[in-house]
């Protein structure tokens, strides 16, 4: 099993960056899919950008164009980098990766890191 650990979260006026950070606890390169979600206030968990072993990237059409999702294998951290942030982005993100064990694939979760927009 795998530990990650989200930061850079916190409080941000609309139209403005942050960039979210994702350390895991060992490389990624055995990782089979990685990506970021959200939940918004009182709303359901909901998908934001991915990026497959190949390294694919695909996003939410609510993000797309403003957030861009990349990695470093070295520092074997995910980053999420947030532009021209709305209101609406606000809400907990957290980070996700995907394992194939051999019968399933198991999601590993972070804790999570609050990003609210406002002015």
């Known amino acids: 099993q795998v530990q990650l650990v989200e930061s850079g979260g916190g409080l941000v006026q609309p139209g403005g960056s942050l960039r979210l950070s994702c350390a895991a606890s060992?490389?990624?390169?055995?990782?089979?899919?990685m990506g970021w979600y959200r939940q918004p206030p009182g709303k359901q968990r909901e998908f934001v950008a991915a990026?497959?072993?190949?390294?694919?990237?695909i996003y939410a059409e609510s993000v797309k164009g403003r957030f861009t999702i990349s990695r470093d294998n070295v520092e074997n951290t995910m980053y999420l980098q947030m532009g021209s942030l709305k209101p609406e982005d606000t809400a907990v993100y957290y980070c996700?990766?995907?394992?194939?064990?051999?019968?399933?694939?198991?999601?590993?979760w972070g804790q999570g890191t609050q990003v609210t927009v406002s002015s």
């Open positions: 996700n990766v995907k394992t194939w064990t051999g019968h399933d694939l198991r999601d590993d």
């Open positions: 990026m497959t072993s190949a390294g694919t990237t």
């Open positions: 060992r490389s990624m390169h055995g990782f089979d899919g």
